[in-house]
């Protein structure tokens, strides 16, 4: 079974901290853009899939945390990105909180329960007020590892 560990599933090249974003649009693909760094998987087919699920309904989450995610065809496994931004950013999210914390999510095109127990994961974990301020206090990505790491430990 695949692992819904946070942590091994987010690398440190897929972390930014303080983007300065201005849109959605643009949100999505700055995502896009992390999430395909140090894969052969195309930017421009993840940017499509994320503004297409986005298209269903926000994927913000609620307090300051947007998930947006998809499936494709052409992974094997999940892939994660995680972004901070300099400014909170209008995400129509459901409590209409500006998002300050993004996590994208990638997963194979037939790993339905998988992608479900990831985004669960993710928000139950997100959940978490200390967890939100640390990510949100650090300009350093091995302190977003332990953040991480510590909250899946609990």
Known sequence: MQSTRITELLSPVRIDLGCQITSKKRLMEHMASML???TDVDEQSV???????????????????????????????????????????????????????????????????????ILARLAELLNQHGLRDRLLQTNDKDEIYSALREAEAE
């Open 36 to 38: 395909t760094r140090q």
């Open 47 to 117: 940017f499509r899939t994320l503004i297409d699920r986005e298209k269903l309904g926000s994927t913000g989450v609620g307090q300051g945390v947007a998930l947006p995610h998809g499936r494709l065809e052409d992974i094997d496994d999940a892939i994660l990105a995680l972004a901070t931004l300099g400014e909170p950013l209008d995400y129509q999210a459901p409590d209409r909180q500006e998002v300050e914390i993004v996590v994208g999510l990638l997963v194979p095109k037939n790993a339905n329960e998988f992608h479900l127990q």
